[in-house]
C-alpha cells in the first residue's frame, strides 16, 4: 500500500521553532538589541525596525536593498518609505501589514520573492524588516526560501531559525503551511 503524502501543518512549523537552536553570532559593530539583524541566508537579513532606520549601519553591512514588512505609523509599524533610503540608494519595497493571525501576508509573497531573488542576483543584499524582526519578515523570508530556492516550508523555517530567534503568528504559519502544501502538489 502506498504511503498517503504528507502534507505541511502549522503544527509543524511550530515545531521546527521550538526545536531549532539558534546560533548567536552578532554583526561586526552590532549591539545586539539596538541594531538587530542576522544573515539567515547568503546575502538575506532579517531584523527590525531599527536596524532598517539606521541607514549608515546598513550601508556599512552592504544592504542594498529593504523590504519593509511593517511599512506605516503606529504602534508595531516602522515608519520609513522609499524616499528614507534615497540619499543612500537603498532600493526599498514596503508592505503595510499587521501581525494578526488574519492578516494575508500571502499576497506580497510573489512580489517580495522576485525583489528579494532580483537583488541577489545581481550581487546585492536585503534587510526584510518589521517591527521587531520576528513574524511579518521571517514569514516573507521563509516565503523567498520556498519559492526562489526549491526550500521546503520545514527546511525554510529551519534555515531561519538557525540563525535568528523568529516566531511568525498562527495565522501566518498557516499561510506558510498552505503555500508549501500548494507547491508541493505542482
Known amino acids: 500500500m502506498a504511503n498517503p503524502v504528507s502534507h505541511t501543518t502549522t503544527q509543524d512549523l511550530h515545531n521546527v521553532i521550538d526545536n531549532t537552536v539558534t546560533r548567536t553570532r552578532p554583526l561586526p559593530g552590532c549591539a545586539r538589541f539596538t541594531m538587530c539583524m542576522d544573515e539567515c541566508y547568503p546575502g538575506l537579513f532579517v531584523g527590525s525596525g531599527v536596524a532598517a532606520n539606521n541607514k549608515a549601519y546598513l550601508k556599512k553591512m552592504g544592504i542594498t536593498?529593504?523590504?519593509?514588512?511593517?511599512?506605516?505609523?503606529?504602534?508595531?509599524?516602522?515608519?520609513?518609505?522609499?524616499?528614507?533610503?534615497a540619499d543612500v540608494g537603498i532600493r526599498y519595497l514596503g508592505f503595510r501589514l499587521l501581525d494578526l493571525p488574519t492578516t494575508k501576508i500571502d499576497q506580497y509573497f510573489e512580489t517580495a520573492a522576485q525583489f528579494i531573488d532580483d537583488a541577489l542576483k545581481s550581487g546585492g543584499k536585503v534587510l526584510v524588516n518589521c517591527f521587531m524582526g520576528l513574524s511579518r519578515s521571517a514569514t516573507v523570508a521563509c516565503a523567498f526560501l520556498m519559492l526562489r530556492r526549491n526550500m521546503g516550508a520545514v527546511a525554510a523555517m529551519t534555515e531561519l531559525c538557525k540563525n535568528r530567534p523568529i516566531q511568525p503568528n498562527d495565522g501566518f504559519l498557516s499561510q506558510l503551511a498552505h503555500l508549501d502544501n500548494r507547491l508541493r502538489a505542482e
Request: aromatic share 14%; hydrophobic share 45%; no cysteine.
Open 65 to 85: 536593498h529593504v523590504v519593509n514588512t511593517a511599512e506605516g505609523t503606529g504602534f508595531t509599524m516602522v515608519d520609513i518609505d522609499k524616499a528614507f533610503y
